[in-house]
């Protein structure tokens, strides 16, 4: 149920209102913007809510089944607010969005909050971003225990998993360019398949500071999961980390970390059990 002020309560009775929506997105970087559909722009509890990116939200669709609720929410790219290699290199992904309503006349009458959620998936069009936003039933989706699974649940590096990724992290420089995805180092000298499923950041050049996870290495030839927001140059630095599978095989073999596996590779499967219980049932 949404809750208002009396005065804003009272301003929404009448018969001319001087309404606007903002949206703030807190970025899991810490920093935090705000856009409005007004003509110009607001200062609302000391953020400041730009003018210059419009937005377009698509009506709300609220069950009463726990379903998460659908909105989408569209905006013109702009290159001083939200621009195309952003969000192609991540920035915003896990946002926390809230989109609420205010009196621009007088701002002192508090806000009606329309929807607080995550930002989902981003996809980008004719120089529009379309953004879905997950509402809070999001979270009642998720798994929230462990599960038996023959792959490790850790994440290379972290605190499970205890290697240390600056022990197989390599450095290079590009030498030959094919596109924005694929690149070659010369100067690699691991094995097929020894980068692949990790992670790339440049150090230098256009895309510097820019992290994007590794698809296929192989012949000193990389291939990225998705292009570089900006064009790779010969020269261009970067660090490169080892990818893991997951697998018991790779942690022991690769890593040497085997005491650490957080999977359950020996549990039978279903095909197993369904194996079993056929035997079971011919006798």
Known sequence: M???????????????????????????????????????????????????????????????????????????????????????????DFAEIEIFMVNVTDLSQGIITHRRGWLGEVTLKNGQFIAEVRGLAQKLSQNIVELYIPTCRAIFGDGRCKANPASYTVGGAVNIITSRQVFISN?????????????????????AGRRMEIK??????????LPMPNNIAIGDSFNAIAGCDKTIGTCAGKFANAVNFRGEPYVPGMDKMLATAATSNDL
């Open 2 to 92: 949404r809750s208002a002020s009396s005065n804003m309560t009272a301003h929404l009775a009448g018969e001319v209102t001087s309404l606007a929506v903002c949206w703030k997105l807190s970025l899991v970087d810490g920093s935090v913007l705000g856009f409005t559909d007004h003509t110009s722009d607001l200062t609302i509890s000391s953020q400041l809510y730009k003018a210059a990116t419009g937005f377009s939200p698509t009506s709300i669709e609220t069950k009463d089944k726990f379903s998460v609720d659908n909105l989408d929410v569209a905006g013109i790219l702009d290159a001083a607010a939200i621009t195309e290699a952003d969000i192609m290199a991540g920035k915003y």
């Open 187 to 207: 100067s690699m000298t691991q094995g097929a398949g020894y980068f692949s499923g990790g992670e790339i950041q440049f150090l230098t050049g256009a895309n």
């Open 216 to 225: 296929e290495f192989a012949n000193k030839q990389f291939t990225l999961v």
